[in-house]
């Protein structure tokens, strides 16, 4: 059936129930879908189960999609939200049973060190596209589609399916660099297209079509938990956009007195309700998250200017739930002696009255960088890094192109199961770098790898 389009395929399945068309269609996209749960777990029955469980839910909803949904992008959304939700479960589970990690089987190539950096930060920034935008990725770079392919199935010309597909991935790379990653759009695309779709375990569509078919019946506890969990994250989702839309058209007619009040009035966004769970996020990237989930936007430079390097810092096992966004931001804030205030809607950070303002060079004089406690806990990690995390801690910059110039491919050895806490920043670099032959050195705030 490689000649049949995938809304045909949904179709059949819809209206006559065709276990031929579904298998077409699991045997066509599964590699996607499972690649997204594989970014999200080391477990690869883990990253099965989240693969049934995006199947079973197409086909529940076969019927409810319109024959202009883009299968692979609506797929990969689906798997992202069903993968996020698996992994928030998880890491409740590992607190609640003080589980120091999972056992990783990891099959990432070594060589790829621009995947290796991208890859953790991939299914978060493709989150913060459109779903236009997002569309477009999938079909260009994770199916690896021809630029008329992706043209066809968005219904436009080829020109504007180009420039569409450069708007999106111009978008990521600003994304990526906010989060610290300065890459070209070109060695985005690429690392993409190489490796964010890999082969799925053979016989797992089999199973998948079979289960999914049936809607489920067949499934696990585990699976039809997942299930549950996805399918209320998709409805708020759509709830959500659903209020974006309508506010925009009451704003569009003129009916302006309460949309411009809602938005005038931080204090009612900052009542809504945010949740948040993360092993290890900076200070910046938690505030972000939990200003997008009320409404609010967050201005990065200006809270940079006046924050760094605190808001650089990690915080580490947390876990925000049926909390308002303002208590959230005065738990993640206070602690590291930072305050917010909202702008013109905008959440802008700032140094508590009193705080110690930051010395040349982000350094504090009365606690040297190299003296600072600093801790790093994981499964596995490259040389590089852990090195440029507690450089980060510590309040230093990173100069990693250098580092990688002086000390490859050492620097790109694996170190596993690393467990650092209570350790000043020097004691924890000699221990990462003296079974590797690696020293370091700092000049001027930025530390450098050599041999």
């Known amino acids: 059936m490689t000649d049949v389009s995938d809304s045909e395929l949904l179709a059949q399945f819809a209206r006559h129930a065709s276990e031929p068309a579904f298998a077409a269609l699991v045997e066509r996209h599964l590699a996607l879908v499972h690649s997204v749960a594989r970014r999200h777990t080391a477990d690869p029955q883990q990253a099965q189960d989240i693969a049934q469980t995006v199947f079973i839910i197409l086909a529940r909803k076969a019927g409810t999609l319109g ?76 199916q690896n589609q021809s630029m008329a392919g992706v043209a066809a199935a968005l219904g436009l010309t080829e020109n504007t399916a180009q420039k569409r597909v450069d708007r999106a991935l111009e978008k990521l790379r600003k994304i990526f660099m906010k989060r610290g990653l300065t890459l070209t759009a070109a060695l985005i695309a690429g690392a993409i297209s190489a490796n964010s779709v890999q082969a799925a375990p053979a016989g797992l569509a089999q199973t998948i079509s079979s289960i999914a078919v049936a809607k489920g019946a067949a499934a696990s506890g585990s699976t039809l938990t997942l299930i549950k969990g996805a399918l209320k994250i998709m409805a708020w989702t759509k709830t959500k956009t659903a209020i974006v839309v309508g506010a925009s058209l009451l704003l569009a007619t003129g009916t302006t007195t309460l949309v411009i009040q809602h938005q005038g009035s931080a204090g009612v966004r900052l009542r809504n309700k945010v949740k948040y769970t993360s092993e290890q996020a900076s200070v910046q990237d938690v505030v972000q998250n939990l200003a997008k989930q009320a409404g609010l936007r967050y201005n990065w430079r200006k809270s940079f200017d006046q924050t760094d390097p605190i808001c650089r810092q990690w915080v580490r096992n947390l876990d925000i739930e049926g909390k308002t966004c303002a208590q959230a931001l005065e738990q993640v804030l206070k602690p ?98 003296k079974p590797v032959s690696l020293r370091y050195q700092v000049a001027d705030g930025v530390l450098v790898l050599s041999r």
């Open 67 to 142: 024959r202009n949904t883009i299968l692979p992008g609506w797929l990969y959304h689906t798997a992202r939200l069903t993968a996020a939700n698996w992994q928030r479960a998880e890491f409740r589970r590992r607190r609640r049973e003080q589980e120091t990690f999972m056992q990783s089987t990891s099959t990432e190539p070594e060589s790829d060190a621009i995947w290796r950096e991208l890859s953790p930060h991939l299914e978060a920034a493709v989150a913060m596209l459109g779903a236009d935008d997002r569309d477009a990725l999938v079909l260009r770079y994770f």
């Open 336 to 433: 590291v002696g930072l305050r917010y205030q909202v702008e013109r809607g905008m959440v802008v950070l700032s140094r508590q009255p009193g705080g110690a303002a930051p010395a040349a060079g982000g350094a504090d004089q009365a606690n040297p960088p190299l003296e600072r406690k600093v801790k790093y806990t994981s499964e596995q990690a490259s040389v590089q890094e852990i090195v440029q995390n507690l450089a980060q801690q510590a309040g230093l910059k990173y100069d990693w192109k250098k580092s990688f110039a002086q000390t490859d491919p050492v620097c790109r050895q694996w170190v596993r199961n690393v467990s650092i806490e209570d350790t000043t920043c020097a004691e924890a670099l000699d221990q990462i770098l």
